[in-house]
Every structure is written in C-alpha cells, then in structure tokens.
C-alpha cells in the first residue's frame, strides 16, 4: 500500500505558478485562480515564512538520513505543518499530522478556511471559503486551499523552494510502509472493513460479510454510526492504493469510529 498525500499536488501547483519555462502541473490548479502578488508575507514574532521552510526542509534532510518508517513520517509532517501562519489552524493540521491522533480531517478544512479565506484574494473561488464541500472532495479542497495559504504567506521568491520541498516531502510519504499489528496483540473486532484491489470495500462482522461498497463515502450509509466503544479491523490486500486507507480513516472517524486497527490483508 502506498500513501499519495495532497503535497505532491500543492508543490506542482506552485511550480506551475511559477514564471519561467513551462513546467509540470497538477489538473487541479487549472481550476484555481491565479496567485496574488499584492499582498506581502505576514512576519509575526511567532512567525515568519524564510524560519519556518528552513524547520521543514531540515526535518525532511534528518529523516531522508534514516530509514523509512511510520513514525518518521508523522513527525516529518508535523514539522512541515509549521509552514501555516495562522495559530489555530496550524496546531489543529500539526494534531491531524500524527498517525491516529482521531482528529477529522474535515476539521482541518473548516478552521483553516475560518482563519485565512476573508484575506485570500481568490477566496471566493475556493470551495473549502464557499463551504461547498462533500462526499469525496474534502481532500482537493484542502489541496485548493492550501495553494492559496502558501503563496498568500510566502514570498513568490521562496516558491522554488517551498515546491521542492513539498515534493520532497511527498516522495518521502509515497515511500512509508503501511503499519502492522501482530494478531496476537489486536483485540477483537466488531467491525472488519477489507479494501480489495480491485477497488471493492467488503464490510463483514463476526466473519459474516454484511455488504460491499466502492468508496468511503459509502461507508456511513454501510454500517452503523459508532459509539466510541466499537473496534473496526481495517485491512488492505497487497498492493492495495494507501491513500484508500486514509480516506477509510477519515471516514471512520466522520462517524465515530475511532478505535481503528490496521493491517495487510492475507492473499
């Protein structure tokens, strides 16, 4: 299983704001508008642009020095969240950060989008600032809106290499293996959710297959909303697409489910 996370879109997107020659771009940042050059980086006490890359692109030189684990990834990615100005959006992505800190990524959206879409130029345009968000698109409003952060807080001259780090850092989760837990060690499950390669998600309990669905937005329609007390084994055939996973997370905890195990599903 391999994580495909949203840096790898941001940082083509700014590539692809970039002046110069033609460069790679992500589909999604035809649809976004163009950056605002008006406005100059904010520099607080607490934080400034040029400090806060630096943290990001030494966090990803240290963990490139290691091999590639799981827990190197979430603090990798915390380090990384320091790259947003605004306090509370910023320690609510850096909780998110951490592998099975249970917060919801659609949290994440809403503070963030609370906090900088009134000083966004192109804020009207985003979905995450027009609160036009669901099903499956929570993650490409995040991407949208982190475009429009990123070159709101930093300087057009950082672009180059505030997007060669982001693209660091997505090769770097491309590469993270998926956890494991020993059988032993799992309690029992209530709930076994198993996503196959061929893209169908099997809901089964107690050995009994319930029913299949084909996305995560499906899910809260499958099983019923968790009380906090339900165990849900999550698995993934071999070779299963990782970011799958994350939107079962995610999923999950959009309904309660927050005592999530994981693993590789036996051939």
């Known amino acids: 299983m391999r994580f495909r996370g949203s840096g790898i879109f941001v940082g083509l997107a700014l590539l692809h704001c970039q002046s110069g020659p033609a460069r790679p771009s992500a589909k ?107 099903g499956d698109q929570p993650r490409l409003a995040w991407v949208e809106l982190r475009q429009a952060m990123l070159r709101r807080d930093f300087p057009e001259a950082d672009w180059p290499r505030l997007s060669e780090t982001l693209l660091g850092v997505a090769q770097y989760m491309s590469e993270v293996p998926p956890p494991s837990v020993l059988a032993r060690d799992r309690p029992p499950a209530d709930l076994e959710i198993r996503i196959k390669t061929d893209h169908t998600w099997v809901v089964s309990k107690k050995d009994a297959s319930l029913t299949s669905i084909s996305s995560a937005a499906e899910l809260a329609k499958a099983i019923p ?43």
């Open 225 to 267: 909303r968790c009380d906090g007390t339900q165990v849900v084994a999550l698995s993934g055939d071999p070779g299963t697409d990782y970011q799958q996973i994350i939107d079962a997370i995610d999923a999950l905890r959009e309904i309660g489910c927050e005592r999530v195990q994981f693993g590789v599903a036996k051939p």
């Open 28 to 134: 999604l940042s035809s649809q976004t508008a163009a950056p605002s050059r008006s406005a100059s980086p904010i520099v607080t006490p607490e934080w400034s642009p040029t400090a806060t890359l630096d943290a990001c692109a030494d966090a990803l030189a240290k963990a490139r020095l290691e091999p590639v684990q799981l827990a190197r990834a979430s603090e990798l990615n915390t380090s990384c969240m320091s790259m947003i100005r605004h306090p509370s959006c910023r320690e609510l992505a850096k909780k998110q950060a951490v592998y099975g800190s249970g917060v919801p990524f659609s949290s994440v959206l809403e503070v963030c989008a609370k906090d900088y879409c009134p000083e966004l130029s192109e804020g009207p345009s985003l979905a995450a600032c027009r609160g036009a968000v669901d």
